[in-house]
């Protein structure tokens, strides 16, 4: 996710001309080569370049240690380079997580997360350039990882030092961390950990960076299913519960879910999902196909829960999609009750959910998304299932059109839709990916007409009984 990209032209340029082919850097496998890292802490980073890449590297030993062979680990990673030695000074925060806490812990990190992106998006930082970084264990299974930011300050300014020294002073402990980096004479790149003055346990120390090879999966895919695509409503349930004590409405939702019966069936009569990016045409589909086959008509999430929709889309994503999870359980009864009377057309549901999150949350390009058959692509055991889904996809410039044309409120995700293709592109591939149901592919480019009467036909060759 580019937060700021006004780093624009001048580091485009840079890593356009230093970017290596598709190839691995030479000194890059090298460094990977003889990487058994003198860590301090067995951490490794992931930043995320401005041309949407992802650079890996570690942290190695301290400064004018004895005993290291510096020359063996004496790769570079341009990339690298470029973006953390740019001119004026760049800094690492990272929020620390705290092992063993849980779901509470989870959501206080992500909403100190969220509070840092609010305060370095003002002054004195609207000067600066905001990338994220991510802080893992190179033993993906061990499932903690720490978010943070790399933030570069083209004209090294005292002020923006002094205000983010205010800003880590007024964070409770545990409290995010510090660095800067800088080069030495023979133009290495190091990291300096910043000591708070006066804070007791602040832990300072300069270390090597290191690039390193980037893993086999993405490092926040292990740990989906309990940040973002909770697998079943139990586990969505827990982070609700956690939220109450600083969103009350967590609490009136969780009351309708109790509300709702256990062990839900479906109707005699079908069940039929409409899915698709924003403005591909799923409500002009769902209301024509419903008045079609005479049908009820549903939206996710559903009106009782949809009063809160701002509260939650405030919140960081685990909330955030806590919340759409919750919604689809909720609206799962009322397609109970009424696909035993007539049939059900919803305008989104399950997939929705799981795509958006998977693509919000892993960064990078679409090779970076969870593989096929992932387990985040399998709908929830415990989720009544529709007997189809249909994905509605249009070409990039025919779905801007319509979005133009239509000009209504947007969402933050809608808006990152528009600005990134990247991003819709990832959202439409874990769609596809979808299985138990899978989706099935609508060509919606065509006018309303043929868009509706394809649809149609899916629908009554699918459903026998319509
Ligand atoms: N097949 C189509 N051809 C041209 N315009 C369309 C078509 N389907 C929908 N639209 C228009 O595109 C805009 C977005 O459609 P909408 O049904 O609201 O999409 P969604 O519900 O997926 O966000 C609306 O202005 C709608 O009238
Ligand atoms: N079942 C659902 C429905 C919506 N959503 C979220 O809601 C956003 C779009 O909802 P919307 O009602 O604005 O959709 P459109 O009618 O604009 O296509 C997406 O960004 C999804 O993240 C979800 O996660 N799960």
Redesign the pocket.
């Known amino acids: 996710m580019a937060y700021f990209p006004r780093l624009g032209n001048y580091m485009l340029r840079f890593l356009e001309r230093m970017r290596p082919s598709s190839q691995v850097p030479a000194v890059r496998r090298q460094a990977a080569a003889v990487n058994a890292p003198d860590l301090a802490r067995d951490r490794f980073f992931l930043l995320e370049l401005p041309d949407a890449g992802l650079a890996h590297f570690t942290l190695c030993g301290d400064y004018g240690e004895g005993g290291t062979d510096w020359s063996a680990l004496a790769a570079r990673d341009p990339r690298l380079e470029a973006f953390l030695l740019a001119p004026g000074r760049t800094y690492s925060l990272c929020v620390p997580a705290v092992p063993g806490s849980g779901y509470r812990g989870r959501i206080l990190a992500a909403r100190l997360h969220q509070h840092l992106l609010q305060q370095l998006s003002r002054d004195p930082f609207r000067q600066c350039e905001l990338r994220r970084l991510l802080c893992y264990s190179p033993d993906s299974r061990s499932g903690i990882t720490e978010k943070g930011f790399i933030l570069w300050d083209p004209h090294d300014c005292l002020e923006i030092q002094r205000a983010l020294q205010g800003l880590l002073f007024a964070c409770e402990t545990p409290r995010p961390q510090m660095g800067m980096f800088k080069a030495d004479h023979s133009g290495l790149l190091w990291q300096r950990l910043w000591e708070l003055p006066g804070v007791v346990g602040d832990k300072g120390g300069t270390f090597r960076v290191v690039p390193t090879e980037e893993p086999p999966l993405h490092p926040l895919v292990p740990e989906l299913p309990i940040t973002v695509v909770f697998p079943n409503l139990e586990e969505t349930r827990k982070v609700f519960e956690e939220c109450i004590p600083f969103i009350p409405e967590a609490k009136e939702i969780l009351n309708l879910v109790d509300k709702c019966p256990k062990n839900l069936q479906k109707g005699r009569f079908p069940v039929i999902v ?1 899915e ?12 024509k196909v419903s008045k079609a086959l005479r049908a009820v008509f549903l939206k996710s999430p559903p009106p009782c829960v949809s009063q809160w929709r701002k509260i939650f889309d405030d919140e960081p994503t685990i909330i955030r999609r806590a919340y759409y999870s919750l919604g689809n359980y909720i609206m799962a009864s009322e397609i109970a009750k009424q696909s035993t009377q007539a049939p059900v057309i919803i ?1 989104r549901y399950w997939h929705s959910t799981a795509a958006y999150a998977i693509a919000t949350e892993i960064s990078g390009l679409p090779h970076h998304l969870p593989p096929a058959h992932h387990s985040v692509y399998q709908w929830p055991q415990d989720l009544l299932r529709p007997d189809i889904v249909l994905l ?1 996809t ?1 070409n990039p410039e ?1 779905r801007i ?3 133009l ?2 000009g ?1 409120h947007k969402t933050k995700e809608e808006i990152e839709l528009e600005n990134n293709e990247l991003f819709r592109e990832k959202v439409e591939i874990s769609y596809q990916r979808m299985e138990n149901p899978s989706c099935h592919t609508v060509d ?9 009467a394809t649809v149609l036909n899916i629908i009554r060759k699918h459903c026998a009984s319509l």
Request: glycine letters at 10%.
């Open positions: 409409i698709g990016l924003d403005a591909t045409g799923k409500t002009t589909v769902t209301e305008d509605l249009v025919e059109h319509r979005i044309g239509r209504m919606a480019n065509p006018n309303r007409k043929v868009v509706i």
